[in-house]
């Protein structure tokens, strides 16, 4: 199983940015970001393809929040800007071991990783 390791969880103000990263034990195939918040279920909020060129986002953060990776260093980020409390939950980052299935199920990934808590205040 690939190991997936998220980092740059915090806690920021409403308006404020996070940049979080998660490391890959190896290469992989298409990446994701989703978010669970308490009582809620897990959403899909970014995903990017191996080369980085297609990106895809949840309309909740569009033009707030940017996919991209870094395929030298098997490290996908999400940089998060102007952020909102209802950003607040546990981010998960997610990989697949093939080109299959779609960029924004949950279910058609394979890897993830512990999670990293962002709380934003108001």
């Known amino acids: 199983q690939v190991q997936l390791v998220e980092s740059g969880g915090g806690l920021v103000q409403a308006g404020g940015s996070l940049r979080l990263s998660c490391a890959a034990s190896?290469?992989?195939?298409?990446m994701g970001w989703f978010r669970q918040a308490p009582g809620k279920e897990r959403e899909f909020v970014a995903a990017?393809?191996?080369?980085?060129?297609?990106?895809y986002y949840a309309d909740s953060v569009k033009g707030r929040f940017t996919i991209s990776k870094d395929n030298a260093k098997n490290t996908l980020y999400l940089q998060m800007n102007s952020l909102k409390p209802e950003d607040t939950a546990v981010y998960h980052c997610?990989?697949?071991?093939?080109?299959?299935?779609?960029?924004?199920?949950?279910?058609?990934?394979?890897?993830w990783g512990q999670g990293t808590q962002v709380t934003v205040s108001s």
């Open positions: 190896r290469r992989t195939y298409d």
């Open positions: 990017i393809n191996w080369s980085g060129g297609r990106t």
């Open positions: 997610a990989a697949k071991n093939s080109y299959s299935g779609t960029y924004y199920k949950d279910g058609d990934y394979d890897y």
